[in-house]
T-cell receptor, first 114, second 111 residues
């Protein structure tokens, strides 16, 4: 069974540009989560999808971040326009409905904003 | 909001020794999980312990949970060089699916 995959693995962009991160969850997992770790800080929750619906987006830092999960399969996280403080590693995770807290994480996308 | 917090220490041990790290949290939880992150890689789920469990084993891993003290420990026995990684505990806010992570413990196993 394939795990959670994320693309790209690393992205370097300039301040003000736009970047879109993609996450493909484990097949059959209705729950999809985004987290991020900025330099030197803890891994922080961003948002949670159940199928295509946003269940909890309380961790989204501001309106420069837009997450979508059309069709309830893969998800994208767009940052527009990117700021220096957005640099960090963005993790995606997924889980079964019956075991929502047992979250399986992808390898992360390292975002560098210069 | 509640948060898993590891004792913020880097641990350097010889191969074959045991490694222990601790985690404390602040509020009620459904479960507590431990994850490992090797350099440049994603988070690997190691073990989940539920709030009604006190101890759990998985291979060379032993996790304890003391809900009265709101703390957990992760023991890695007979460590190997491949165990070199950052270890994170994560707790869930009771009633929702957000995971709250601590800062992580860096473990270096010297061959």
């Amino acid at each position: 069974e394939a795990g959670v995959t994320q693309f790209p693995s690393h992205s370097v962009i300039e301040k003000g540009q736009t970047v879109t991160l993609r996450c493909d969850p484990i097949s059959g997992h209705d729950n999809l989560y985004w987290y991020r770790r900025v330099m030197g800080k803890e891994i922080k929750f961003l948002l949670h999808f159940v199928k295509e619906s946003k269940q909890d987006e309380s961790g989204m830092p501001n309106n420069r971040f837009l997450a979508e999960r059309t069709g309830g399969t893969y998800s994208t996280l767009k940052v527009q326009p990117a700021e220096l403080e957005d640099s960090g590693v963005y993790f995606c995770a997924s889980s079964y409905s019956g075991r929502a807290n047992e979250q399986y994480f992808g390898p992360g996308t390292r975002l560098t904003v210069t | 909001s509640q948060q898993g917090e590891e004792d913020p220490q880097a641990l350097s041990i010889q191969e074959g020794e045991n490694a222990t790290m601790n985690c404390s949290y602040k509020t009620s939880i459904n479960n507590l999980q431990w994850y490992r992150q090797n350099s440049g890689r994603g988070l690997v789920h190691l073990i989940l312990i539920r709030s009604n469990e006190r101890e759990k084993h998985s291979g060379r891993l032993r996790v304890t949970l003391d809900t009265s003290k709101k703390s957990s420990s992760l023991l890695i026995t007979a460590s190997r060089a491949a165990d070199t990684a950052s270890y994170f505990c994560a707790t869930d806010d009771y009633g929702n699916n957000r995971l709250a992570f601590g800062k992580g413990n860096q473990v270096v196993v010297i061959p």
